[in-house]
């Protein structure tokens, strides 16, 4: 890899395990979202949200029960809907705080993110998470606060995760050259969105998935063997 200047990285499967994210992070909205919907309904921030689910559904004039219940269906599919995540979001805040829970980091991934701001490179997060999701999740992680460790943000209130144009519109933000950029993920067709648009790309394939013979994107088992 040359002349990389910031790396971004995906969450859930690259810095962190899906499995924290499907048995603790899912179960928990699950389970809260009924009330929190029924009890928050009234924030225009909440209003806004499920308007928003509403309306994504095809469902507008549909009534607070029935939104409820598309959404626990949409968390069950893992439904990556932007709505969907902002409402988890505030649902998880409240499991963070009363120390429910910390996030899942790999064990070698602060030490990585510490050792790449030493060395000058800028670090962003994109995930499908919503932004403040993202910043609880990195807050409370079980390294300790990793905020410090990022210069930015991007959800998919920027796009899709598997649209080439959510990484122009992320390189333009960063301002940085696309090439200069590397993309980290675990699925396959992020990482090829990602690449269209130009960005230097990594493929975290945590053991127990095999790496392919012939791997699309350079691929790597941990942070500590990719050397930007
Ligand atoms: C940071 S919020 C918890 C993770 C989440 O809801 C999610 O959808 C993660 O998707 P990613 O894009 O990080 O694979
Ligand atoms: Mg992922």
């Not at 899906?18 to 603790?24: E, G, L």
């Not at 069950?76 to 995540?85: G, M």
């Not at 992320?170 to 990602?194: K, M």
């Amino acid at each position: 890899m040359t002349n990389i200047r910031a790396i971004v990285t995906d969450i859930e499967g690259t810095t962190s395990s899906i499995d924290f994210v499907r048995d603790v992070l899912f179960p928990y909205a699950r389970k809260r979202l009924p009330a929190f919907v029924e009890t928050h309904a009234d924030k225009p921030e909440v209003q806004h949200w499920l308007h928003e689910a509403a309306k994504e559904a095809g469902i507008i004039e549909a009534s607070r029960q029935e939104i409820i219940e598309l959404l626990l269906g949409w968390i069950d599919q893992d439904r990556k809907s932007t709505a969907l995540k902002a409402l988890q979001g505030m649902i998880w805040k409240e499991g963070y705080e009363a120390g429910e829970y910390r996030a899942h980091v790999y064990p070698e991934v602060s030490a990585r993110l510490h050792a790449w701001r030493a060395d000058g490179l800028h670090l962003y997060v994109y995930s499908s998470g919503s932004v403040p999701a993202q910043r609880l999740f990195f807050r409370y992680s079980d390294a300790g606060d990793l905020t410090p460790m990022f210069a930015g943000y991007f959800d998919t209130e920027t796009g899709p995760k598997r649209e080439s144009a959510s990484y122009a519109k992320i390189a333009e933000a960063i301002g940085e050259r696309p090439e200069h950029i590397l993309f980290l993920s675990d699925i396959v067709e992020e990482l090829d969105a990602a690449r269209t648009a130009g960005l230097q790309t990594g493929w975290l394939l945590r053991p127990p998935q095999a790496v392919p013979v012939q791997p699309r994107h350079r691929a790597y088992l941990d942070f500590d063997s990719i050397e930007p």
